[in-house]
């Protein structure tokens, strides 16, 4: 999972390499248009729907992972 997580986000941020500890705060590409690519990244990935609350939370790569296998 978290390599399919991590090539979304490659694809998004438009990246070579995703560090295990890509974060809102690390990442420059990391704005709030290509946090909402990356919402629907992998929505459509996971077919998955987040919850708007949950959108907000999901700043990192362990977040994502994490959030995900709760759903």
Do not use: A, Y
């Not at 998004?12 to 919402?39: A, G, K, R």
């Amino acid at each position: 999972m978290r390599e399919r997580i991590k090539q979304i986000m490659k694809e998004i941020f438009e990246l070579d390499d995703v560090p295990d500890d890509i974060s809102q705060e690390t990442c420059v590409q990391w704005d709030s248009m290509h946090h909402l690519q990356l919402v629907v990244g992998l929505e459509t990935e996971f077919n998955i729907t987040f919850e708007p609350e949950d959108i907000f939370k999901i700043i990192s790569l362990d977040d994502i992972e994490k959030k995900i296998r709760s759903l």
